[in-house]
């Protein structure tokens, strides 16, 4: 939790989600923004899939051949 951040996660620049003095509204997604969301959600699945496939693959048993067949 009181780590850096981890470099490539958050990006400064275009992180307008500090709220302002006696500001109540939220902010709004820029479509630049829900982009990249949608990219990195695609990211995480791939790879979670991936890493399942490996996961499977490691885990399943071993196939024991039956003399006489």
């Known amino acids: 939790m009181f780590d850096q ?3 490539g996660f958050q990006d ?3 992180d307008n989600s500090a ?3 006696k500001e ?3 902010t709004k997604l820029t479509l630049r ?4 969301l949608r990219k990195m959600n695609d990211v995480r699945n791939f790879e979670k899939a991936q890493n ?3 996961l499977r ?3 399943t048993p071993a196939v024991a051949e ?3 067949l």
Do not use: D, H, M, N
Request: no cysteine; hydrophobic share 30%.
């Open 52 to 54: 399942l496939k490996k």
């Open 12 to 14: 400064v620049e275009t």
């Open 19 to 21: 709220p302002k003095w």
């Open 66 to 68: 039956q003399p006489g």
């Open 24 to 26: 109540f509204r939220k």
């Open 5 to 7: 951040a981890i470099e």
């Open 33 to 36: 923004q829900i982009s990249k």
């Open 57 to 59: 693959k490691q885990y």
